[in-house]
């Protein structure tokens, strides 16, 4: 009963990946945290579950099959969501060099997330953003 | 292919450079080992100092040099265009031609010479000898640059494939350094058995590696004996059969009681167990596997089709590539390291043979491979000619 109570309350963020393993390291995380966890493998399915559920936050990978589709999709939810706080994971800085980031207000006006974290995603890291954007 | 060469005729006489514009008006080559049609597009120079701007303006292939002209002579052209980067082929045309400018000329960057006076067909079959030489040599580098091209995309590509199950394994440690993975039976027992599937998916990767290496190196010692294709068979199935009970998958073998053929073991293991394995692993629940053996007219022939996901036609003609799998939701789950048939095409045309795939989505798919027997003595195996060439492509 505690358990269920527990679940409804709980908070529910929204994995966008093609990586099944980073979705289920994620998922241990969140899940351990008392957080709920539905998973996209592909911005075509985040789509759809977004029609019909609003999560509190998202997590989006940056590189699916194109190498832009973690771009794209935030650019589109945050037309029709703009509250919805989304999380970009990245591994393109450890691949390419390239860092960006979503501290400021004009990297965030560029960057369509509220925050970006690089590939290996830290436990205490994503801790600390999920606070900070769920407050 | 029709290429359009520019020829440039640098000449003081106005009646030389007619007689040569009228020889090679009607002019026409064909390469056939590249199958290149050559045209021609001629334009002139009455002076050294416009042979040397035409040439810097608009890169011509072939130019007609004429040793003596006014102003800067021949030599002085060759040596001032000797940097242009562009290549080109020179052929000096020369009233007397001493061994001491020959020589010199060469050392600057001539090709050929061709004497005054000429026939018409002497002047053609010196252009010839040197458009031929000239697309051959381009064709050549062209192939050689393609090569690099295709290497280094193999490369990245496989840096790649590498990297991500290191990836990530590496994630999961993190998890794991987190109490609650270490304490829940469940969560730890799942960490494991992801890393292991994903660290088997890199072992495969980097035998298939090996094995393309191996083949294409041609360094392999083969070990050719008469090899029963039957038994071959069997014990791929075989090794597919906990997956196959697993997932209600049927399996029929309809072959001879033997068939025996010359070969490396070692390599009709490679293309059966590839075959069969895919066959698996791309078939649907409860649906069925067919390997079919044959001899036919001396070769060996072996199909095996499966009711599997299948593929469309233009997918499935790259599936002999390199790291080619088709990336979609269906083939999303299963893992392979995209060398596989790669490696059983190099194989069959190392046996003068050839493979080829027939598949229809949804349906499933059905592989064809056919061997012809490898000659006896032969220790080496000499890298298959297609093979790369098929690879690269």
Not at chain 1, 61 to 69: I, S
Not at chain 2, 65 to 72: C, M, Q
Not at chain 2, 155 to 177: C, D, W
Request: glycine fraction near 6%.
């Amino acid at each position: 009963m505690a358990e269920t109570l527990k679940r409804q309350n709980a908070k529910t963020i929204l994995v966008v990946d093609d990586d099944e393993d980073f979705r289920l390291q994620v998922r241990f995380q969140l899940e351990a945290d008392g957080y709920q966890v539905i998973e996209a493998e592909s911005p075509a399915g985040a789509h759809r579950i977004l029609e019909s559920t609003t999560p509190d936050l998202m997590i989006v990978d940056l590189m699916m099959d194109e190498v832009d589709a973690g771009f794209t999709l935030c650019h589109d939810i945050k037309k029709t969501l703009p509250a919805l706080p989304i999380i970009l994971a990245t591994a393109v800085a450890s691949e390419t060099g390239i860092e960006f980031d979503a501290a400021t207000d004009e990297e965030r006006c560029w960057v369509k997330a509220d925050a970006v974290l690089n590939k290996p995603i830290r436990g205490e890291q994503l801790r600390r953003e999920l606070n900070r954007l769920l407050r | 292919m029709t290429e359009t060469l520019r020829i440039l005729i640098a000449d003081d006489e106005d009646a030389m450079r007619l007689v040569i514009k009228r020889a090679l008006r009607e002019f026409s080559l064909s390469v056939p080992d590249v199958g290149v049609d050559v045209a021609l597009e001629m334009e002139e120079a009455p002076t050294g100092e416009e042979a040397v701007e035409r040439i810097a303006a608009t890169h011509p292939d072939l130019v007609l040099l004429d040793l003596k002209l006014p102003g800067i002579s021949g030599l002085e052209v060759l040596e001032q265009i000797k940097d242009y980067g562009e290549e080109r082929l020179v052929i000096m045309i020369t009233a007397y031609a001493t061994i001491q400018t020959a020589v010199t000329a060469t050392k600057q960057g001539a090709y050929d010479f061709l004497a005054k006076p000429f026939t018409p067909e002497e002047l053609r079959s010196t252009v010839r000898k040197a458009i031929r030489h000239l697309i051959l040599s381009r064709q050549a580098r062209r192939l050689a640059e393609e090569k690099r091209r295709v290497r280094f995309e193999f490369i990245s590509v496989l840096a790649h494939e590498l990297k991500s199950p290191i990836n990530a394994v590496e994630g999961y440690l993190n998890t794991l350094q987190e109490d609650f993975a270490r304490n829940d039976p469940a969560i730890f027992d799942r960490i494991v058995g992801r890393s292991r599937i994903r660290l088997e998916g890199m072992r495969k990767i980097i035998n298939d590696l090996l094995d393309m290496t191996r083949i294409e190196s041609g360094r392999k010692k083969r070990d050719i004996t008469e090899v029963d294709v039957v038994d071959v068979a069997r014990m791929a199935l075989e090794s597919v059969a906990p997956t196959v009970l697993e997932r209600g998958i049927e399996v029929h073998l309809d072959a001879p009681e033997s068939l025996t053929m010359t070969a490396d073991r070692g390599e009709i293991e490679i293309i059966l167990n590839n075959l069969v394995s895919n066959a698996v692993k791309y078939n649907k629940d409860n649906g069925r596997v067919d390997v079919i053996l044959r001899d036919t007219e001396g070769r060996t022939i072996i199909t095996v089709s499966d009711t599997g996901i299948g593929t469309s036609p233009a997918e499935a003609a790259k599936l002999f590539n390199d790291f080619v799998r088709i990336k979609n939701t269906k083939t999303k789950h299963i893992l392979g390291s995209g060398l596989g048939l790669s490696i059983v095409k190099k194989l069959a045309l190392l046996y003068g043979g050839d493979v080829s795939v027939e598949s229809q989505p949804d349906v499933g798919s059905a592989f064809t491979v056919s061997l012809h027997d490898a000659a006896y003595g032969e220790t080496e195996a000499s890298p298959p000619a297609q093979a790369t060439a098929s690879s690269d492509t």
